[in-house]
């Protein structure tokens, strides 16, 4: 099945970006660690074999070759989340969604994702702090049904699971992964991924 993987994110802006990060980081360290987080997060997008790769903007973002990019629309994360499915759909291509707050997520994994709604309609990655990192959908007119839930909250990955089960989707679980938020968070995120850019920003940063 033809699929294409979007990469929700915000311009790295000193100030704008991984707050929870100060202290101990300054903003400029923040803003560094968050540039390094999308750019192994689009490197791994890269190496996976989705289709095409899309790149769903807060700010100011220089797309990459083969990459487009498109404006995340304002208002809350549900419809942020919701209008980035509906705003990238393609006839019959399935939809991978992932933050820039997993750097640590592998090619193969991506590709896992985007193999699982080959069988179901959707799949899910939970976070560890009750979100979720990644969806994929079949559909990506499914997505309307993430209106409504609310974001950030201890239960927000659980209530996206029920309600796309509710609604009859055969939803697949994908591994859980921890988000970056804290500064405990990136220490231990980068010892899942020492080679990369973010584990190089995260010891410069947090030594």
């Known amino acids: 099945m033809r699929a294409q993987v979007l990469v929700l994110a915000k311009q790295p802006v000193p100030g704008r970006v991984k707050t929870r990060l100060c202290p101990p980081c300054t903003p400029e360290q923040a803003a560094a660690v968050a540039y390094a987080a999308i750019e192994d997060t689009l490197d791994a997008v890269d190496r996976s074999t989705a289709q095409w790769r899309t790149l769903v903007a807060d700010g100011t973002m220089t797309p990459r070759p083969q990459w487009r990019v498109v404006p995340q629309t304002t208002g809350a994360l549900d419809v942020r989340l919701a209008h980035a499915f509906t705003r990238t759909a393609q006839p019959g291509t399935a939809t991978l969604l992932i933050g820039m707050d997993t750097p640590q997520a592998t090619p193969a994994l991506l590709d896992e994702a985007s193999r699982a709604v080959g069988d179901a309609d959707a799949a899910l990655g939970l976070a560890e702090d009750g979100g979720w990192w990644a969806l994929a959908l079949r559909d990506p007119a499914h997505a ?30 994908l591994p859980v992964l ?19 850019r973010f584990a190089v920003a995260v010891r410069e940063c947090l030594g």
Do not use: K, Y
């Not at 609310?150 to 939803?171: A, C, E, F, H, K």
């Not at 804290?182 to 010892?191: K, L, Q, W, Y």
């Open 144 to 173: 309307e049904l993430l209106r409504g839930i609310p974001t950030s909250q201890p239960d927000t990955g659980v209530r996206t699971l029920r309600r796309l089960r509710d609604n009859g989707l055969r939803v697949a679980e």
């Open 178 to 196: 921890r988000d970056v938020d804290t500064a405990d968070d990136a220490v231990e995120v980068a010892r899942h991924c020492p080679d990369g």
